[in-house]
């Protein structure tokens, strides 16, 4: 949680003072009736439950239980002839204590008033709509959408304006990022009120046995995550090892993976592929393990023999990337000669092309063995006049774009650290990467 | 045909003849009972996926739904038709065995639900109370595990009842007892018929992503230790398939030791990789004197504690034996590679390797460890690996 910032101060305190006399209008005009403190302590609590416990969904969306228990609470409190339940009840979902410090504290109340306004909005369009559409299944389904879109509009009319007061954004910005919450809206609200609907017919156990899968997933997602984690930290084991036999890779696997997350950000790759990717770049040289540290550092030529013999690394990549599952699609891919660009080839995956154009500018980019680090002009001319040749064309233009994008500089003077000072200037070929002299390819 | 076809092909034919039934019949609930087989065939694609290669179908709540709203003969129909049609569908799925012994599985399974829903029901009398109904609901759910375990037990096809499967078999029952309940009501009351099902299946589905995910990771996370594990065996370090049969042969022995899931993990990992430093480490000049084993151990372990999640295995490849737990898998690890290097390596007869073992001083291998071995060997789970 981000502190809370000071221009914001006045637009919360106007919310909370709107909510705080919404909540005394609608105490004394319910004065007369019995306020259903049974039902609005279930929810109430259960509502600050499971505000903690959201489950991250694809495309940075997230599932709450604590919406649905909401919707199930309108319908309930709609049944009771209470407005007031609904707001207290919604302002409980804005009370997301975890991470709470001095300087976020402000936080609090502006999220209470704005999430209970929303669900009074959605309240007061429920309780207008036909009794024929909210109790004949299956109007009722249509009868969750218009509460639904009320909650959601008054939450984003809300937070869009805050955006534009604290950050000065624009409102077309911001509504791009809350589509995907809208989207997901409908079908919890949906469940929602058959939930609720539930609950009046047959008591709050049916809201025990909607959470339980909930927190279940939620359980699932974390293990997901650590589980993720342990495998990004995994990979920096070969990395490292990596690093120990060659010292010139060093960093060279991050920045290769950077490069190719680059390209595949604008080539419009979904999370899934994303991943795919870069642990595809991160262990792009997994083969080198089996090559023979003196043959990876030998500062001169190598011989036909011992050509051969760092070629070899190729293959083994190939079947060692092979073993993981979600890596077997590029893998299989992984050799330098299917990774050249070979425009007949419709079938080949586009990710060893993606990974071969990032590992080149890495490698004219960085300072090795044999010689200095090449300027980011050189570089960029080099993956042009390659292009569609040795290098897929749209891969080849779209890391040169993401790059002047990002205005970074890369390259000779631009490099963070090199492990070989006294390198020449220009240099042949490498030993590390099994390149031989001109010659000798020659006799190849 | 993947398994996203499949489910497209389930939903369409679903929809198409359960409104060509709810037409026919349309006062009637043949239409509900073809949506829910459908149901049931989706059930069986999607599965809360378990270590081992088990699972759970999101078949099993939608049992409690037909068990709870249909006659038994409408509900022996629409199981048995279901579970054809999801035997033809699994054909690309493992062998043909497999698919039998999963099909026997379900049918049990399907029978004890409405064995146990229907008893109680009559030793009840078909009382309506919120909290008998909610109690049968949830007893027929609970009966679902025994009876699931049982067949595999039966089948031989791996039970497992872990911390992951408790949660998965959590889900299932109280998600099916909602599904039930959505579509029956109670004494009238809440009955939303064919959508209470489809809407409470919601939270379901959210832990089916979920355990997907996790599946998915944990795969991909296991593959890439092996993967790592294979540079040594390419490099001409080990023989090939040295690593993967000495993490069987541990984890056996840690089985029969009584090793906490915890440490056993870490000894997999650790056998996995006891040689990984090797291929770090320069190529000596002779080739007939190789690197001293404990210059490869502690090269091996100083890489494998600088990542956190490979720390306990760096422990045990390090020799570390200053907690009693690691003491074990130490001696575990130390055992089981000598073993493999004297059968697969040396070409030795199995029984020869461990008279070799016992033959050295006392203080190098532990005894008890040594009779893990014996008892592993004996049981013959070494015969798959080999």
Same mark, same amino acid.
């Given at each position: ?18 909510? /705080? ?15 259903? %403190? ?32 909401? &919707?199930? /609470? ?27 410090? =001095? ?25 207008? $709509? ?78 025990? +046995? ?9 359980? &699932? %997602?974390?293990?997901? &995550? ?42 419009? %790759? ?25 043959? $990876?550092? =030998?500062?001169?030529?190598?011989? @036909? ?28 891919? /992984? ?37 200095? /680090? ?6 960029? =001319? ?16 779209? +890391? ?11 390259? =000779?003077?631009? @490099?963070?650290?090199?492990? %070989? ?24 | ?53 088990? !699972? ?84 027929? !759910? ?77 795969? *991909? ?25 000495? *993490? ?139």
């Amino acid at each position: 949680m981000s502190p809370f910032p000071r221009r914001l101060w006045w637009f919360a305190s106007a919310i909370c003072a709107v909510a /705080a006399l919404a909540a005394g209008l609608l105490g004394f005009s319910e004065r007369h009736q019995a306020f259903p %403190f049974g039902a609005a302590l279930v929810f109430g609590a259960l509502v600050v439950f499971s505000a903690h416990r959201e489950v991250a969904l694809p495309q940075g969306a997230y599932l709450s239980p604590a919406f649905m228990v909401c &919707m199930a /609470a309108m319908v309930v409190f709609q049944h009771d002839g209470s407005l007031l339940a609904p707001l207290l009840v919604g302002m409980l979902n804005g009370l997301l204590l975890s991470g709470l410090t =001095k300087a976020t504290w402000g936080w609090i109340p502006f999220n209470a008033a704005l999430s209970g306004l929303a669900l009074l909005g959605a309240a007061l369009v429920f309780g207008a $709509l036909p009794p024929v559409m909210r109790d004949t299944v299956p109007l009722a389904l249509v009868a969750a959408l218009p509460p639904a879109l009320t909650d959601f509009t008054v939450r984003a009319g809300l937070i869009l304006a805050s955006y534009r007061i604290e950050l000065g954004r624009l409102p077309r910005e911001v509504v791009r990022e809350l589509v995907p919450m809208g989207v997901q809206v409908f079908p919890f609200a949906m469940v929602g009120l058959f939930l609720g609907r539930l609950y009046l017919a047959l008591g709050p156990t049916v809201l025990v +046995l909607i959470i339980v899968p909930i927190l279940i997933a939620r359980e &699932m %997602f974390s293990s997901y &995550m650590q589980v993720k984690q342990s495998h990004d930290e995994t990979v920096q084991l070969l990395i490292r090892a990596l690093e120990q036999k060659d010292p010139y890779t060093a960093g060279h696997a991050e920045r290769v993976a950077v490069y190719a997350g680059y390209i595949g950000e604008e080539l419009d %790759f979904l999370p899934a592929r994303m991943d795919r990717l870069r642990f595809g770049a991160l262990m792009h040289d997994i083969g080198k393990l089996v090559v023979p540290n003196q043959l $990876l550092n =030998k500062p001169g030529k190598l011989t @036909e023999e011992e050509f051969a013999r760092v070629r070899i690394h190729e293959g083994v990549s190939v079947q060692m990337l092979s073993h993981i599952d979600f890596l077997r699609p590029i893998a299989l891919h /992984a050799h330098s000669d299917a990774m050249k660009f070979d425009p007949d080839n419709l079938d080949h995956p586009i990710e060893p092309y993606i990974i071969m154009v990032a590992d080149a500018y890495d490698a004219m980019t960085s300072t090795r063995s044999y010689r200095k /680090a090449l300027t980011q002009e050189v570089a960029f =001319k080099e993956l042009r006049d390659k292009s569609g040749k040795q290098f897929h064309p749209a891969c080849a233009e779209a +890391l040169i774009r993401a790059i002047e994008k990002r205005n970074e500089v890369h390259g =000779k003077g631009h @490099e963070e650290e090199s492990h %070989f000072e006294h390198a020449p200037e220009v240099g042949l070929g490498s030993a590390g990467l099994g390149d031989l002299l001109p010659d000798e390819k020659a006799k190849q | 045909m993947s398994l996203s076809r499949r489910i497209a092909f389930v939903v369409i034919a679903g929809l198409v003849a359960g409104t060509i039934a709810h037409v026919a019949d349309p006062s009637g609930s043949t239409g509900a009972l073809v949506f829910l087989a459908a149901g049931l065939v989706l059930g069986e694609l999607l599965v809360l996926r378990l270590e081992n290669r088990t !699972a759970v179908p999101l078949s099993y709540p939608v049992l409690l739904v037909l068990a709870s709203g249909f006659s038994t003969a409408r509900f022996a129909g629409a199981v048995a038709g279901a579970e054809l049609i999801s035997a033809v569908l699994r054909f690309n799925d493992r062998e043909s065995g497999w698919r039998v012994q999963i099909m026997i599985e379900r049918l049990a399974v399907a029978a004890g639900t409405i064995a146990v829903y229907d008893g109680l029901r009559d030793v009840t009398h078909h009382n309506e109370a919120v909290a008998t109904v909610l109690l049968t609901l949830g007893a027929a !759910a609970v009966a679902q595990l025994p009876v699931d375990l049982a067949m595999r037990w039966i089948l031989r096809l791996h039970p497992t009842f872990s911390a992951r499967a408790r949660l998965a078999w959590l889900a299932i029952a109280s998600s099916g007892m909602l599904m039930a309940i959505g579509y029956r009501g109670v004494d009238g009351r809440g009955q939303v018929g064919i959508w209470g099902p489809l809407l409470f299946a919601t939270p379901l589905l959210a832990a089916w992503y979920a355990f997907e995910r996790l599946d998915t990771a944990t795969r *991909a996370y296991d593959q890439t230790i092996e993967s790592l594990a294979m540079a040594p065996e390419f490099g001409g370090i080990v023989p090939p398939g040295h690593s993967k049969r000495v *993490a069987t042969l541990a984890v056996a022995m840690a089985g029969v030791l009584g090793v906490s899931t915890h440490d056993t993990s870490d000894l997999e990992r650790a056998a996995l990789l006891h040689h990984l430093g090797q291929v770090t480490i320069d190529e000596p000049e002779d080739p007939s004197r190789p690197t001293p084993a404990a210059e490869v151990a502690a090269v091996t372990s100083t890489m494998l504690r600088e990542i956190k999640p490979l720390a306990g295995a760096g422990d045990i490849v390090a020799g570390d034996a200053s907690d009693p737990k690691r003491r074990v898998a130490v001696q575990i690890l130390r055992i089981a590679s000598d073993f493999d290097d004297l059968t697969a390596r040396d070409g030795n007869e199995q029984s020869f390797a461990i008279e070799t073992l016992r033959s050295a001083p006392g203080y190098v291998y532990d005894d008890k460890v040594l009779g893990a071995l014996e008892r592993v060997v004996e049981a013959g789970h070494l015969a798959a690996v080999r």
